[in-house]
C-alpha cells in the first residue's frame, strides 16, 4: 500500500503543469491561437520550423533557465517619476506572479517596489515617485529567489550641450539572432535616448515572443539609458494601421479604419511597448477601451513630443474614391489629389492636436523642441516592395490626408521642431513645405533596421533634380518636389537599396540626430547596419551628415515686424497670436535682457504673450507690423 502511495505522489511531482482557465484563451475564442506561445500551456508549444507551413524563421525559445527569466528592461525618467517595464518570458503556473525592484545606495541594494507580473504579456510595471533624477543610479529587477537584470537609471543630462537622440524602426523578424553591428556602433556612440518608431516585430499574432526577441537584440543598449517605444500596425499584427479612435476593423487589410485583433492584445502590445513612457497627456481611452500613450518626454534642455500618429487616422475604403488597385494605393496618373482630402478626414485628431498647443507653450526647463512619431508627413518613396513597381501615392503615410498633414506641420513649425520618424524603409532627409516650399520642418526618417520585409525607393520617374538640388552633393535627386498627394516637400539626402537580396546593400540602418543647443543647430546622420564606428568607420549613407539650424524649422519670410519689446532677463518665452483668428503664429524661447521685434508672416493685428517658462505673464494687443 505504501508503495502505491509513493508511486502516485511521485507520479503527481512528475506530472506536467496544468494551466489555470483564465490562461487558455485570454483574447476570446474568435482568436484562440493569439499570443499562443506566452499563454496556455505555453511550455509544450513548439514554434514553428522554418519552411514548414510557411512559418518563416521561429522566434527564441520561451523555455529559459529559471534565473534567466526577466528578459529586459527599459525606462525613462521626468519629473521626480520613474517608470520602468521589466518584460519576463512565460510564468510556470506554480511560480511566483511578482517582480521587485531594487537600486543600489552606497553598497547596498534596497527594494524600493514589488508589483504583480501582468497577464497576459508577462509584463511588469514599476512607477517611482519622489526619483532624483540628478544622479545615475544601479537598479536591478528581481524574480524569485535567483532571477535578476541590471542596469543603471541615467542622471537627466541637464548640463549637456548636445543631446543625442539614436532614431530607428522596422526590425525584420524574418533575420533573427542578435544584430551585433548595430549594437557595437550604438554602444559606442552612446546615445542620451533611444527612439524606436514602430515595427519592433513583425510577428503579428506572436507578439509577446516578437516582443522578446527585439528586447534580446537590443537589451545591452536599453537597460542604461531612457527609451521611447511606440507600436506601430505590424506590432499590433496589420499590414497597414487605419486607428479611427479605436473602432472594429472588419478586414484583415484595415482599410475600414480601425483595429482587427482584440482589445485585451492591442492593450497588451501598447502595455509591454509603452507603459513605462511618462504619463500621457490626457489618459482617456478611445473607443472600445483602447488605451492612448501620446506625451512627452524631457531630456537635458530638449523636450520631445510622443505621437499616436496612426490611432485617429482614417481608413480610406469607402471615404474617398478609390483610384488603385486597393484602397490605400494610388496608380492612376490622372487622379487629382484634391478628390482624396475631403472634409471629415483625420490625421492626428483634435486630441492630439490640443496635446500639441499646450505643449507649445510650456517651456520650463526646455530649450529645444521636437516631434517624434511612427511615420513620415510625406510620401518620399517612388518604388515599393519591388525595384520595379511604382505608386504614385501610399496613404500610408502621413501625407494623406493633406490637410491633416498640414495642419499637425503647422503645430511644429510653431516651436521650431523638427521630425523624427520611421516606418517607410527608406532613409530620408526632407524639409516640409505648407503654402510654400522650404516653409516647414526638417525631418529625418530613419531606415529600416533589417530591411527583408519591404524595400523602397526615391526614383523620381524623369530622372532629374528639382528646383534647388543640393550643390556639390553626391546625389543626382534632390530638390524641390511634389509627392504624389501634391505635398511640397524639398530632397535633401535618401539611402536607396542596391541590391535588395543583399543583405549589406539592403541599406539596412538608422539615424542619430544630434542636437547642438549651445550652437542652436541639429545635424543629421544615417548609418549603414555593417559600418563599425569602433574601428573608426565615418562612412555615412551618401548625402549625410547634414547640419542645420534649429530656427530654419520655421522657413516662412517676414514680411514685417512688430513693435520691439524690452525682454525681462532670464529666458523668456514669447507667443504671437493672429488677433483674427485667434491661431498662434509661433511661439519662441529667447534669452531675456534685450529688445525683440517679433516677425510676422502678413498684415494685421497681433497680441503678444511673454514670460518666463510659458508666456502668462505680459500681453501687449493689438500690435501691428511697422516700418524696419
Same mark, same amino acid.
Given at each position: 500500500?505504501?508503495?502505491?502511495?509513493?508511486?502516485?505522489?511521485?507520479?503527481?511531482?512528475?506530472?506536467?503543469?496544468?494551466?489555470?482557465?483564465?490562461?487558455?484563451?485570454?483574447?476570446?475564442?474568435?482568436?484562440?491561437?493569439?499570443?499562443?506561445?506566452?499563454?496556455?500551456?505555453?511550455?509544450?508549444?513548439?514554434?514553428?520550423?522554418?519552411?514548414?507551413?510557411?512559418?518563416?524563421?521561429?522566434?527564441?525559445?520561451?523555455?529559459?533557465?529559471?534565473?534567466?527569466?526577466?528578459?529586459?528592461?527599459?525606462?525613462?525618467?521626468?519629473?521626480?517619476?520613474?517608470?520602468?517595464?521589466?518584460?519576463?518570458?512565460?510564468?510556470?503556473?506554480?511560480?511566483?506572479?511578482?517582480?521587485?525592484?531594487?537600486?543600489?545606495?552606497?553598497?547596498?541594494?534596497?527594494?524600493?517596489?514589488?508589483?504583480?507580473?501582468?497577464?497576459?504579456?508577462?509584463?511588469?510595471?514599476?512607477?517611482?515617485?519622489?526619483?532624483?533624477?540628478?544622479?545615475?543610479?544601479?537598479?536591478?529587477?528581481?524574480?524569485?529567489?535567483?532571477?535578476?537584470?541590471?542596469?543603471?537609471?541615467?542622471?537627466?543630462?541637464?548640463?549637456?550641450?548636445?543631446?543625442?537622440?539614436?532614431?530607428?524602426?522596422?526590425?525584420?523578424?524574418?533575420?533573427?539572432?542578435?544584430?551585433?553591428?548595430?549594437?557595437?556602433?550604438?554602444?559606442?556612440?552612446?546615445?542620451?535616448?533611444?527612439?524606436?518608431?514602430?515595427?519592433?516585430?513583425?510577428?503579428?499574432?506572436?507578439?509577446?515572443?516578437?516582443?522578446?526577441?527585439?528586447?534580446?537584440?537590443?537589451?545591452?543598449?536599453?537597460?542604461?539609458?531612457?527609451?521611447?517605444?511606440?507600436?506601430?500596425?505590424?506590432?499590433?499584427?496589420?499590414?497597414?494601421?487605419?486607428?479611427?479612435?479605436?473602432?472594429?476593423?472588419?478586414?484583415?487589410?484595415?482599410?475600414?479604419?480601425?483595429?482587427?485583433?482584440?482589445?485585451?492584445?492591442?492593450?497588451?502590445?501598447?502595455?509591454?511597448?509603452?507603459?513605462?513612457?511618462?504619463?500621457?497627456?490626457?489618459?482617456?481611452?478611445?473607443?472600445?477601451?483602447?488605451?492612448?500613450?501620446?506625451?512627452?518626454?524631457?531630456?537635458?534642455?530638449?523636450?520631445?513630443?510622443?505621437?499616436?500618429?496612426?490611432?485617429?487616422?482614417?481608413?480610406?475604403?469607402?471615404?474617398?474614391?478609390?483610384?488603385?488597385?486597393?484602397?490605400?494605393?494610388?496608380?492612376?496618373?490622372?487622379?487629382?489629389?484634391?478628390?482624396?482630402?475631403?472634409?471629415?478626414?483625420?490625421?492626428?485628431?483634435?486630441?492630439?492636436?490640443?496635446?500639441?498647443?499646450?505643449?507649445?507653450?510650456? =517651456?520650463?526647463?526646455?530649450? +529645444?523642441?521636437?516631434? *517624434?512619431? #511612427?511615420?513620415?508627413? %510625406?510620401? &518620399? @518613396? $517612388?518604388?515599393? !516592395?519591388?525595384?520595379?513597381?511604382?505608386?504614385?501615392?501610399?496613404?500610408?503615410?502621413?501625407? =494623406?490626408?493633406?490637410?491633416? +498633414?498640414?495642419?499637425? *506641420?503647422? #503645430?511644429?513649425?510653431? %516651436?521650431? &521642431? @523638427? $521630425?523624427?520618424? !520611421?516606418?517607410?524603409?527608406?532613409?530620408?532627409?526632407?524639409?516640409?513645405?505648407?503654402?510654400?516650399?522650404?516653409?516647414?520642418?526638417?525631418?529625418?526618417?530613419?531606415? #529600416?533596421?533589417?530591411?527583408?520585409?519591404?524595400?523602397?525607393?526615391?526614383?523620381?520617374?524623369?530622372?532629374?533634380?528639382?528646383?534647388?538640388?543640393?550643390?556639390?552633393?553626391?546625389?543626382?535627386?534632390?530638390?524641390?518636389?511634389?509627392?504624389?498627394?501634391?505635398?511640397?516637400?524639398?530632397?535633401?539626402?535618401?539611402?536607396?537599396?542596391?541590391?535588395?537580396?543583399?543583405?549589406?546593400?539592403?541599406?539596412?540602418?538608422?539615424?542619430?540626430?544630434?542636437?547642438?543647443?549651445?550652437?542652436?543647430?541639429?545635424?543629421?546622420?544615417?548609418?549603414?547596419?555593417?559600418?563599425?564606428?569602433?574601428?573608426?568607420?565615418?562612412?555615412?549613407?551618401?548625402?549625410?551628415?547634414?547640419?542645420?539650424?534649429?530656427?530654419?524649422?520655421?522657413?516662412?519670410?517676414?514680411?514685417?515686424?512688430?513693435?520691439?519689446?524690452?525682454?525681462?532677463?532670464?529666458?523668456?518665452?514669447?507667443?504671437?497670436?493672429?488677433?483674427?483668428?485667434?491661431?498662434?503664429?509661433?511661439?519662441?524661447?529667447?534669452?531675456?535682457?534685450?529688445?525683440?521685434?517679433?516677425?510676422?508672416?502678413?498684415?494685421?493685428?497681433?497680441?503678444?504673450?511673454?514670460?518666463?517658462?510659458?508666456?502668462?505673464?505680459?500681453?501687449?494687443?493689438?500690435?501691428?507690423?511697422?516700418?524696419?
Amino acid at each position: 500500500m505504501r508503495s502505491i502511495c509513493l508511486c502516485l505522489l511521485t507520479a503527481a511531482l512528475n506530472a506536467a503543469p496544468v494551466p489555470p482557465p483564465e490562461t487558455v484563451q485570454p483574447f476570446g475564442k474568435d482568436f484562440p491561437n493569439l499570443d499562443g506561445l506566452a499563454v496556455g500551456a505555453w511550455w509544450e508549444k513548439k514554434a514553428p520550423v522554418k519552411g514548414k507551413g510557411g512559418a518563416g524563421n521561429p522566434p527564441p525559445t520561451m523555455q529559459v533557465a529559471r534565473d534567466q527569466v526577466i528578459a529586459f528592461a527599459l525606462y525613462t525618467q521626468q519629473s521626480g517619476v520613474l517608470k520602468l517595464t521589466a518584460q519576463l518570458y512565460p510564468l510556470y503556473p506554480e511560480e511566483a506572479k511578482v517582480a521587485r525592484l531594487e537600486v543600489k545606495r552606497g553598497e547596498a541594494w534596497i527594494e524600493v517596489a514589488q508589483v504583480p507580473i501582468k497577464f497576459p504579456g508577462w509584463s511588469a510595471h514599476f512607477r517611482v515617485e519622489g526619483w532624483d533624477g540628478s544622479v545615475d543610479v544601479a537598479y536591478r529587477v528581481r524574480h524569485g529567489e535567483s532571477a535578476k537584470f541590471e542596469g543603471l537609471i541615467r542622471r537627466d543630462p541637464i548640463d549637456k550641450e548636445t543631446i543625442v537622440v539614436a532614431n530607428m524602426s522596422c526590425n525584420s523578424s524574418r533575420t533573427t539572432g542578435e544584430r551585433p553591428e548595430i549594437l557595437g556602433n550604438l554602444l559606442h556612440q552612446n546615445p542620451d535616448l533611444l527612439f524606436f518608431a514602430g515595427d519592433q516585430t513583425y510577428r503579428h499574432t506572436e507578439h509577446t515572443a516578437g516582443w522578446i526577441e527585439f528586447g534580446l537584440q537590443f537589451r545591452d543598449v536599453m537597460r542604461d539609458r531612457p527609451t521611447i517605444c511606440i507600436p506601430d500596425d505590424h506590432d499590433v499584427g496589420h499590414p497597414n494601421l487605419w486607428g479611427e479612435g479605436g473602432k472594429r476593423s472588419e478586414r484583415r487589410d484595415n482599410s475600414d479604419g480601425g483595429y482587427y485583433y482584440p482589445v485585451a492584445y492591442v492593450n497588451m502590445v501598447q502595455r509591454q511597448q509603452a507603459w513605462h513612457l511618462p504619463d500621457a497627456f490626457d489618459p482617456t481611452p478611445v473607443q472600445r477601451g483602447i488605451s492612448v500613450y501620446y506625451t512627452r518626454l524631457k531630456v537635458g534642455g530638449m523636450d520631445f513630443a510622443i505621437l499616436e500618429d496612426r490611432k485617429f487616422k482614417s481608413g480610406p475604403l469607402g471615404k474617398i474614391p478609390e483610384q488603385g488597385p486597393r484602397p490605400d494605393h494610388v496608380t492612376d496618373a490622372k487622379y487629382d489629389p484634391k478628390s482624396i482630402d475631403l472634409p471629415g478626414l483625420q490625421l492626428l485628431g483634435e486630441r492630439q492636436l490640443n496635446f500639441l498647443a499646450a505643449w507649445s507653450l510650456d =517651456w520650463a526647463g526646455v530649450r +529645444r523642441k521636437a516631434v *517624434l512619431s #511612427a511615420t513620415a508627413f %510625406v510620401g &518620399a @518613396v $517612388h518604388m515599393h !516592395g519591388r525595384r520595379d513597381d511604382r505608386l504614385l501615392a501610399d496613404l500610408d503615410c502621413n501625407g =494623406w490626408p493633406q490637410s491633416g +498633414r498640414n495642419e499637425a *506641420l503647422r #503645430a511644429l513649425r510653431r %516651436v521650431q &521642431a @523638427v $521630425h523624427l520618424c !520611421g516606418d517607410q524603409h527608406l532613409g530620408v532627409t526632407v524639409k516640409h513645405g505648407i503654402e510654400a516650399f522650404g516653409d516647414g520642418p526638417y525631418a529625418l526618417t530613419s531606415p #529600416a533596421l533589417v530591411n527583408t520585409i519591404y524595400g523602397r525607393w526615391w526614383h523620381p520617374q524623369d530622372e532629374k533634380a528639382g528646383p534647388n538640388a543640393v550643390t556639390g552633393g553626391p546625389l543626382p535627386w534632390t530638390g524641390d518636389y511634389l509627392d504624389g498627394l501634391g505635398n511640397k516637400m524639398s530632397m535633401l539626402a535618401y539611402a536607396n537599396p542596391g541590391d535588395i537580396q543583399d543583405e549589406r546593400q539592403r541599406a539596412d540602418g538608422y539615424g542619430i540626430a544630434r542636437f547642438h543647443l549651445k550652437r542652436d543647430q541639429v545635424t543629421f546622420e544615417c548609418w549603414p547596419r555593417f559600418s563599425d564606428s569602433r574601428k573608426g568607420d565615418t562612412q555615412q549613407f551618401p548625402g549625410w551628415p547634414q547640419t542645420f539650424a534649429l530656427a530654419d524649422n520655421d522657413g516662412r519670410k517676414p514680411t514685417g515686424y512688430l513693435p520691439s519689446i524690452d525682454l525681462p532677463i532670464g529666458p523668456i518665452v514669447v507667443q504671437v497670436i493672429v488677433e483674427q483668428t485667434g491661431e498662434t503664429l509661433y511661439v519662441r524661447r529667447l534669452v531675456g535682457g534685450q529688445a525683440f521685434s517679433p516677425p510676422v508672416f502678413a498684415p494685421g493685428k497681433y497680441t503678444v504673450h511673454f514670460g518666463i517658462g510659458r508666456p502668462d505673464r505680459v500681453s501687449l494687443t493689438g500690435q501691428e507690423p511697422v516700418a524696419r
